[in-house]
């Protein structure tokens, strides 16, 4: 892939698919370490903060796009939507973390939900998320277009049991800024995604209980 590469799939002169791919492991990595330091008592603004100095000592380039936290019912809120309040993680709980983070001048993007104690519905409602993820990737996979995956995601979540949320259709990534080649949604894409170029999210929502789930990860 170069810069010679057209229309809504562009990437800068520095894109490596190498590097893409080490900027996506670091990133899971930094989810990860911060998952861990999220604890029951925690205000949504603390774990945002204290999420925000354990990414400043990682070695990142930059964030390029906010870091978000969000615990129980602000699970149901999209990226644009601003939390309600500021919760308190109970014992018994919900939450997930999403990061967009330049490394080596490549762009990661990655974002999965966990759970404390034993709600088994809230348990299911995050395994579902990474779940459904794996199941659109396989088909991916295939060679089927944007609008393709996130037609069949739905279809899926519905025999799963839960609700997609279709404003959360994937995006573009690449060597940083991405925004410049203005690749628009994975899900509007009328062609088979490239590799190392899109992001598959997925954010799901109980049918009938105030909390949801999201994983996103990178197509490679």
């Known amino acids: 892939m170069s810069a010679a590469l057209s229309g809504k799939e562009a990437v800068g002169e520095r894109f490596v698919l190498e590097t893409m791919r080490h900027a ?29 100095q354990l990414l400043a000592g990682l070695g990142m380039d930059r964030i390029w796009h906010p870091l978000l936290i969000r615990f129980g019912a602000n699970t149901l809120k999209t990226f644009k939507q601003r939390s309600d309040g500021d919760p308190v993680l109970g014992e018994n709980d919900i939450f997930f973390i999403d990061m967009g983070v330049v490394w080596q001048g490549h762009e990661g993007d990655a974002g999965a939900t966990f759970t404390t104690g034993s709600d088994p519905e809230m348990m299911a409602c995050a395994a579902a998320a990474k779940e459904l993820f794996h199941r659109v990737e396989a088909f991916w996979r295939q060679g089927v277009s944007g609008v393709e995956l996130y037609r069949f995601a739905t279809d899926q979540a519905n025999v799963m049991g839960w609700v997609l949320h279709l404003d959360i259709k994937g995006h573009r990534v690449s060597d940083f800024p991405h925004a410049i080649y203005k690749g628009g949604n994975l ?13 598959l999210e997925i954010q799901i929502a109980h049918p009938q209980r105030p909390f949801g789930a999201f994983y996103e990860d990178l197509l490679i």
């Not at 990595?29 to 774990?47: H, L, N, W, Y």
């Open 187 to 199: 899900g509007d894409f009328d062609q088979a995604p490239n590799a190392g170029v899109w992001i």
């Open 24 to 52: 996506q492991n670091l990133t899971w990595q930094a989810v990860d370490a911060i998952a861990q330091v999220i604890k029951p008592g925690m205000r949504e603004s603390e774990a945002q903060e204290q999420g925000k």
